[in-house]
């Protein structure tokens, strides 16, 4: 059996990651007695957590907000955890470096000398990709504020007004999106969150309704694959290249790894034309598993690029 010290800390780190524990889940997950467990949260209510009872067949306990709380405890896994979260908020978009390099410096003060050590010796370079639009704090506060409340969302967006029923605050490639049922529009839409200017008040509350997906990471990702209903232009090409040298440059598009040189490529874009220049960016030998329009685009195109060369083509 752990330490009681351990234990203790072992039990506030689990009473932090959910509303309510039965008491014989905590037995069950800390390997101790039913009866331990209820000196334990004695304990811990001595040292000043607020953990009260929880009424119910099985009966179990609750780590309550309060204004006195002492400084929280971190175990070695949650101390690492921080650490690199707060260290790589530099690629999130949100522009919290700052804010986040103060965090870790405040964290660490309170932490003890073992922790402090592993936190120091866990140093990450974190480096923001090139020309990605920065989020503004505050925006993502108002449009996260909105998705708890469930209250109608108006904002800025391209010289015009949205009115939305904001569903959540995803990232995808290293941006920010607002998912949400565009009231205009009657239909679901993604904002990018750089280009969102919010306007107060919110609007009335309103009943969620249900993504036309399993979860938001399945219709987010659906959406920026250019799924067929997103996408007028929809092709597939072999290309021969590593798929790891692919997928970084086709983040709407499905690639799979055909051997250590080859991959395949299914892309979609706003027009035949445009998805032919968009394979034919990869400097590699290109072919057009389909449809017919995609190799008459590549067609036009070698045409066209003979023209401009001055050859035959």
Same mark, same amino acid.
């Given at each position: 059996?752990?330490?009681?010290?351990?234990?203790?800390?072992?039990?506030?780190?689990?009473?932090?990651?959910?509303?309510?524990?039965?008491?014989?889940?905590?037995?069950?997950?800390?390997?101790?007695?039913?009866?331990?467990?209820?000196?334990?949260?004695?304990?811990?209510?001595?040292?000043?957590?607020?953990?009260?009872?929880?009424?119910?067949?099985?009966?179990?306990?609750?780590?309550?907000?309060?204004?006195?709380?002492?400084?929280?405890?971190?175990?070695?896994?949650?101390?690492?955890?921080?650490?690199?979260?707060?260290?790589?908020?530099?690629?999130?978009?949100?522009?919290?470096?700052?804010?986040?390099?103060?965090?870790?410096?405040?964290?660490?003060?309170?932490?003890?000398?073992?922790?402090?050590?592993?936190?120091?010796?866990?140093?990450?370079?974190?480096?923001?990709?090139?020309?990605?639009?920065?989020?503004?704090?505050?925006?993502?506060?108002?449009?996260?504020?909105?998705?708890?409340?469930?209250?109608?969302?108006?904002?800025?967006?391209?010289?015009?007004?949205?009115?939305?029923?904001?569903?959540?605050?995803?990232?995808?490639?290293?941006?920010?999106?607002?998912?949400?049922?565009?009231?205009?529009?009657?239909?679901?839409?993604?904002?990018?969150?750089?280009?969102?200017?919010?306007?107060?008040?919110?609007?009335?509350?309103?009943?969620?309704?249900?993504?036309?997906?399993?979860?938001?990471?399945?219709?987010?990702?659906?959406?920026?694959?250019?799924?067929?209903?997103?996408? +007028?232009?929809?092709?597939?090409?072999?290309?021969?290249?590593?798929?790891?040298?692919?997928?970084?440059?086709?983040?709407?598009?499905?690639?799979?790894?055909?051997?250590?040189?080859?991959?395949?490529?299914?892309?979609?874009?706003?027009?035949?034309?445009?998805?032919?220049?968009?394979?034919?960016?990869?400097?590699?030998?290109?072919?057009?598993?389909?449809?017919?329009?995609?190799?008459?685009?590549?067609?036009?195109?070698?045409?066209?690029?003979?023209?401009?060369?001055?050859?035959? +083509?």
């Amino acid at each position: 059996m752990q330490k009681t010290s351990a234990r203790l800390l072992a039990l506030l780190s689990l009473l932090q990651t959910r509303r309510d524990w039965p008491g014989a889940l905590l037995a069950e997950r800390l390997d101790i007695s039913p009866r331990t467990v209820r000196r334990d949260v004695d304990r811990l209510r001595e040292l000043g957590y607020p953990v009260v009872a929880v009424k119910g067949p099985d009966g179990g306990y609750r780590l309550d907000a309060g204004a006195e709380l002492p400084p929280l405890l971190f175990d070695d896994e949650q101390a690492v955890a921080l650490a690199v979260a707060l260290q790589t908020a530099v690629t999130s978009g949100a522009g919290i470096e700052e804010a986040a390099a103060r965090a870790l410096a405040t964290v660490r003060q309170v932490m003890p000398a073992r922790l402090r050590y592993r936190v120091d010796t866990l140093r990450v370079t974190a480096v923001e990709p090139p020309g990605r639009p920065r989020v503004d704090g505050g925006v993502l506060a108002a449009v996260g504020a909105a998705v708890r409340a469930r209250e109608v969302l108006r904002f800025g967006y391209r010289d015009a007004t949205r009115r939305v029923e904001p569903h959540h605050l995803v990232t995808w490639g290293g941006r920010w999106y607002l998912v949400a049922w565009d009231l205009d529009r009657d239909d679901w839409r993604t904002f990018r969150a750089d280009r969102i200017v919010p306007r107060v008040p919110t609007g009335p509350r309103f009943a969620p309704r249900e993504l036309p997906a399993d979860d938001v990471a399945a219709f987010v990702t659906e959406r920026f694959r250019g799924g067929a209903d997103d996408w +007028p232009c929809r092709g597939e090409v072999v290309l021969d290249l590593p798929a790891g040298e692919v997928s970084p440059f086709a983040p709407d598009g499905v690639v799979e790894a055909l051997g250590p040189d080859r991959c395949r490529l299914v892309l979609g874009s706003w027009s035949w034309t445009g998805l032919a220049a968009a394979v034919g960016r990869f400097d590699a030998a290109v072919e057009v598993v389909g449809p017919a329009e995609l190799r008459d685009a590549f067609a036009r195109l070698a045409r066209r690029y003979a023209d401009a060369a001055g050859v035959a +083509p």
